[in-house]
T-cell receptor
Framework: AQSVTQLDSQVPVFEEAPVELRCNYS??????LFWYVQYPNQGLQLLLK??????LVESINGFEAEFNKSQTSFHLRKPSVHISDTAEYFC??????????FGAGTRLTVKP | KAGVTQTPRYLIKTRGQQVTLSCSPI?????VSWYQQTPGQGLQFLFE???????NKGNFPGRFSGRQFSNSRSEMNVSTLELGDSALYLC?????????????FGPGTRLTVL
């Protein structure tokens, strides 16, 4: 079975500062990795995903994540955050034929 | 294209009652998954349906059940409600149940059990 650990439950950061949200996974088989974002009173929206190929994946709003197989990590980064990035972020893993497993979430709070 | 819709958005029930939640996937999507989200347990997978057949089921008691109709709309039912069933129930759809596919989530149904 697969599992995901998000190492930080809350990350406060000032506007325009860089941020890294950490995610580690455990699996005995190859997996697909996802980052989702949830704004208050809304469902989850996909930020980016790693399926294969280049280990660095980017989203349209400036986030990027790097798949590191040796460290079984898929950390999410953004070089400069905005107030509007305040949300809860979920890392997820899925192996072929299996259901999606989510981490506990990291609440990112961007302060002015 | 309209997104995933869930009805109702909010629901208040009392212990012992039963509840049915509805999910309409994105047009053309044939796979629907359900999740329960609580502050304590986070996001937990309930079940996945494709072409009216349950493909995967999470570790929930038999009080939780679901079904999918020929038009891909899905319902989940919780019988004999308990206080611990209070949660946000999220539905997600994909075109087909490929693990690499992006799941598109609805806004959820917030169930409160009193």
């Amino acid at each position: 079975a697969q599992s995901v650990t998000q190492l930080d439950s809350q990350v406060p950061v000032f506007e325009e500062a860089p941020v890294e949200l950490r995610c580690n996974y455990s699996s005995s088989v190859s997996v697909y990795l996802f980052w989702y974002v949830q704004y208050p009173n809304q469902g989850l929206q996909l930020l980016l995903k790693y399926l294969s190929g280049s280990t660095l994946v980017e989203s349209i709003n400036g986030f990027e994540a790097e798949f590191n197989k040796s460290q079984t990590s898929f950390h999410l980064r953004k070089p400069s955050v905005h107030i509007s990035d305040t949300a809860e972020y979920f890392c997820a893993v899925r192996a072929s034929g299996n259901d999606m497993r989510f981490g506990a979430g990291t609440r990112l709070t961007v302060k002015p | 294209k309209a997104g995933v819709t869930q009805t109702p958005r909010y629901l208040i029930k009392t212990r012992g009652q039963q509840v049915t939640l509805s999910c309409s996937p994105i047009s053309g999507h044939r796979s629907v998954s359900w999740y329960q989200q609580t502050p304590g347990q986070g996001l937990q997978f309930l079940f996945e349906y494709f072409s009216e057949t349950q493909r995967n089921k999470g570790n929930f008691p038999g009080r939780f059940s679901g079904r999918q109709f020929s038009n891909s709309r899905s319902e989940m039912n919780v019988s004999t409600l308990e206080l611990g069933d209070s949660a946000l129930y999220l539905c997600a759809s994909t075109a087909v149940p490929e693990s690499r596919d992006t799941q598109y989530f609805g806004p959820g149904t917030r169930l409160t059990v009193l």
